[in-house]
C-alpha cells in the first residue's frame, strides 16, 4: 500500500501497490525513482510540487539481517537531479507495520506541522513549537507525547533553512538523504513523522525465511572480522585511507594527514562508551563517544574524514562536537566538512576573509550554526553547497563535487574506478553505490595490519565493469530491499542469501540476475530523470571534480584522455551512447519504453 498524504489540502489517499510495480521495481530506490518520474516533472525542488517519497522493501519490519534500513527520494535542491539515501531507523519497521510500503508527501503547509501515522490512522498536527528546536530535542518531545517505541523521522533548523545539504535525522545520529531530502521536508514545512504500526508483515515462506535469516545472522557473528568489526566499524578505514594516500585532506589537497593517529579508529576505541545501530542488525557499528561537553556523538569514517583531516582539524574529541552539531542541525557531515574545507582554501588563496583557517575549531563551529541558519554572508552561502558557492566566487577549481555533490572521504586523484564511481552515482558523488577503491588497491581496511599494498595506478577497462557491477549490488540490490550492505561489503557474508531471503518474503523466485536486470532498469531511468529535469546532458556531469586531473599528489593525478576511455567503456556497458544518454535501445530493453517516448529519442 502506497501512502500519499498532501500537506496543502491535508488530503490522505490510500493506494494498491500494483503486481508491475512491485516486481520491476521491486522496492526502496526503485519503487522511489519510479514514482518520481512519474510525478515530478520540471519542477522546482523547493517547491510543493516536488514529492518527498519514504520508500520501504521487502526486508522491512520483519527480522532480517541489517534490514531496518528506509529509503527516502526527492528531487535534489543542491543537484537539480534524482536525490536519494538511506536511512537506518525504527521508522522504517513502524511504517510496514502500519502496512505501508511507501509514504509519498505531497503539497506543502503554510504552518509547521508534523504527520502522525498510527496504523491506519493519519493526522496531521501542529509543530509550532517544535519549529527551530534541534534534531535530539524534536525526537525526545515526540517520544515523550507518541510513546518510546515509535519511530521518528525529523529536520532540524538546517532542513527549516532549507540548507541545500540538510538531511532527515532519526534515532540521535541516524541520517538520511545527503542531496537535501531535509530541505524538501523543510520546504513543506514538515517537521517531522512519527509512526506507530501493529500489524502483522506478511511472509509467504516462514519456515524457509526463519532458516535462512537465522543462517544470516549466525554467519555475520562468525566472521573473522567480526570482532574488530564491532570495535571500529567503518573507522578502521582512517589509517588504511592514510596509508593509501586516500585520506581527504585540507579539502583535498593532499592524501595523507600527518596527525592521523589522532583520529584514527583507537583514538576512537579510547573514547568510546557504547554501540549504536540500525534495527535488526546485529553488527551495530555506530560507535558512540561522549565528546568534551559530555554529550554523546556517533563517529563514522566519513564524518571523521570529512571534519576531521579535511578541516585540519586534529583532534578527536573536536571532531566529535562538530559532528554531534551537525546533528543537532541536520546537516550531512560529508557536505559540511567540504563546505567548510572550501571556505578554508579559498581563504589561503586570498578570495574568502571571513571564512577560517584549516584546523580552526572555534570559527568551524561558529560557522557551522550560520550555515545551518543562515544567519551570516558567508554561511547564506556555504549552505548552497560548494558547487554554486565556488561559481559566485569564481574558484569552481577548488570546488569537490560531482553534478552538485559533495564528495564523501576517498581522495581519489590516483584511483581512477573509484572516480569513475563517483562519477556514474546516481546522486553525484556517493560511495554508497560503489566502494570500489579496496578492490582497485588489493586491500581492505578490515586486512590484518592495514596494510598499504603495492597498488600500481591503472586504467585497465575492467574498472568500468567492477563500477557496474558494484552498483547493481550497492545501488541496486541493497537500496532496493531495503537492507545494509555493510555485512556483505566487511565481513564477506555470501551474497546469495539475499535473493533466497527476498524469494520467501514475497513467494516468487528470485536470483541475482533477476535484482540485477531490475538495477540496471533503476539506473537508465534515474539518469533519465537527470537528463528531462535538467534538459539537457553533456557527459562532462560524469566526470570527478577538477582538482583531480589537476593538482599532482606525490607525482599523482588522473590523466582526463585515460579517464574518458574508462567512462566510454562505462557508457558502452551500460547501453548508454557517448554522452551518457541511453539509447533508445537500451531503454526498451529494460522496458522502458514510456521513458524513451517522454524524452522523445
Ligand atoms: S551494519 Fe551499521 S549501518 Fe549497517 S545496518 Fe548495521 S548498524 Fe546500521
Redesign the pocket.
Known amino acids: 500500500m502506497i501512502l500519499r498524504v498532501n500537506l496543502s489540502s491535508g488530503s490522505v489517499v490510500k493506494e494498491e501497490l500494483t503486481e508491475n510495480l512491485r516486481y520491476e521495481y521491486i522496492g526502496g530506490r526503485g519503487l522511489a525513482s519510479k514514482i518520481l518520474w512519474d510525478e515530478v516533472k520540471n519542477v522546482d525542488p523547493l517547491s510543493p510540487e516536488n514529492k518527498l517519497v519514504f520508500a520501504l522493501g521487502p526486508f522491512n519490519g520483519l527480522r532480517t539481517p ?4 528506509m529509503v527516502i527520494a526527492a528531487k535534489s535542491p543542491l543537484t537539480n537531479g534524482y536525490g536519494d539515501g538511506n536511512i ?1 531507523t525504527m521508522a522504517s519497521v513502524q511504517l510496514k507495520k502500519a502496512g505501508y510500503t511507501a509514504l509519498v508527501v505531497e503539497g506543502s503547509s503554510q504552518k509547521p506541522v508534523y504527520l502522525c501515522i498510527e496504523d491506519d490512522r493519519i493526522s496531521i498536527l501542529d509543530a509550532k513549537e517544535l519549529w527551530g528546536l534541534d534534531t535530539f530535542e524534536t525526537e525526545r518531545r515526540l517520544k515523550e507525547v507518541h510513546g518510546k517505541g515509535s519511530g521518528v523521522l525529523c529536520i532540524g533548523p538546517a532542513g527549516e533553512n532549507k540548507v541545500k545539504y540538510a538531511v532527515v535525522m532519526s534515532q540521535r545520529g ?1 541520517a538520511g538523504g545527503r542531496p537535501g531530502m531535509g530541505a524538501v521536508m523543510g520546504s513543506k514545512k514538515l517537521k517531522a513523522v512519527v509512526i506507530k504500526g501493529t500489524k502483522e508483515v506478511p511472509v509467504a515462506d516462514k519456515s524457509a525465511f526463519d532458516e535462512y535469516t537465522r543462517a544470516v545472522y549466525k554467519e555475520i557473528s562468525s566472521q573473522p572480522g567480526y570482532s574488530f568489526w564491532m570495535r571500529q ?1 567503518t573507522m578502521a578505514a582512517v589509517e588504511w585511507a592514510h596509508k593509501n594516500f586516500a585520506l581527504p585532506t585540507r579539502n583535498f589537497s593532499e592524501g595523507r594527514f600527518e596527525r592521523f593517529r589522532t583520529v584514527d579508529g583507537y583514538s576512537m576505541e579510547a573514547m568510546k562508551v557504547g554501540r ?11 560507535n558512540i563517544v561522549l565528546d568534551k561537553e559530555g554529550k554523546e556523538s556517533e563517529l563514522d569514517y566519513e564524518n571523521v574524514g570529512m571534519l576531521g583531516p579535511n578541516t585540519g582539524l586534529a583532534n578527536l574529541n573536536r571532531v566529535a562536537v562538530l559532528n554531534r552539531l551537525a546533528d543537532e542541525l541536520g546537516l550531512d557531515t560529508i557536505s559540511l566538512g567540504s563546505a567548510l574545507s572550501f571556505a578554508m582554501e579559498a581563504k589561503k588563496l586570498g578570495i574568502l576573509k571571513d571564512a577560517p583557517s584549516f584546523g580552526e575549531y572555534e570559527e568551524m563551529i561558529a560557522l557551522t550554526n550560520e550555515i545551518a541558519h543562515r544567519s551570516s554572508k558567508l554561511g547564506d552561502l556555504l549552505a548552497e553547497g560548494v558547487k554554486i558557492a565556488s561559481k559566485e566566487l569564481s574558484v569552481e577549481d577548488i570546488a569537490v563535487h560531482v553534478k552538485g555533490l559533495e564528495v564523501s572521504a576517498y581522495n581519489c586523484f590516483r584511483y581512477p574506478a573509484m572516480a569513475l564511481a563517483y562519477g556514474t552515482s546516481a546522486i553525484g558523488a556517493h560511495h554508497k553505490e560503489a566502494w570500489v577503491i579496496a578492490w582497485e588497491l588489493g586491500s581492505s581496511p578490515m586486512d590484518e595490519g592495514n596494510a598499504s599494498s603495492s597498488y600500481e595506478m591503472n586504467y585497465n577497462l575492467d574498472k568500468a565493469a567492477k563500477v557496474i557491477e558494484q552498483q547493481r549490488i550497492r545501488g541496486g540490490m541493497f537500496e532496493f530491499l531495503t ?5 556483505w561489503v ?1 565481513l564477506g557474508v555470501d551474497l546469495e542469501w539475499y535473493p533466497k531471503i527476498l524469494s520467501a518474503i514475497v513467494g516468487e523466485n528470485y536470483t541475482l540476475d533477476d535484482i540485477f536486470k531490475v538495477s540496471d532498469r533503476v539506473y537508465s531511468l534515474i539518469r533519465s530523470f537527470w537528463i528531462r529535469e535538467l534538459g539537457t546532458w553533456e557527459k562532462v556531469m560524469d566526470y570527478p571534480p577538477k582538482k583531480w586531473f589537476k593538482e599532482a599528489i606525490n607525482g599523482f593525478h588522473l590523466e582526463e584522455s585515460k579517464y574518458e576511455e574508462l567512462l566510454q567503456e562505462y557508457y558502452r556497458l551500460r547501453g548508454w551512447n557517448s554522452e551518457g544518454v541511453p539509447t533508445k535501445e537500451t531503454l526498451k530493453h529494460l522496458g522502458l519504453d514510456f521513458v524513451a517516448e517522454e524524452l522523445s529519442l
Open positions: 541489517s534490514g531496518g534500513k537506518g541516524r566499524g549504536r545501530g540500525c534495527p535488526y542488525c546485529n553488527v551495530q557499528c555506530g537492507a545494509c550492505r555493510l555485512p566487511e
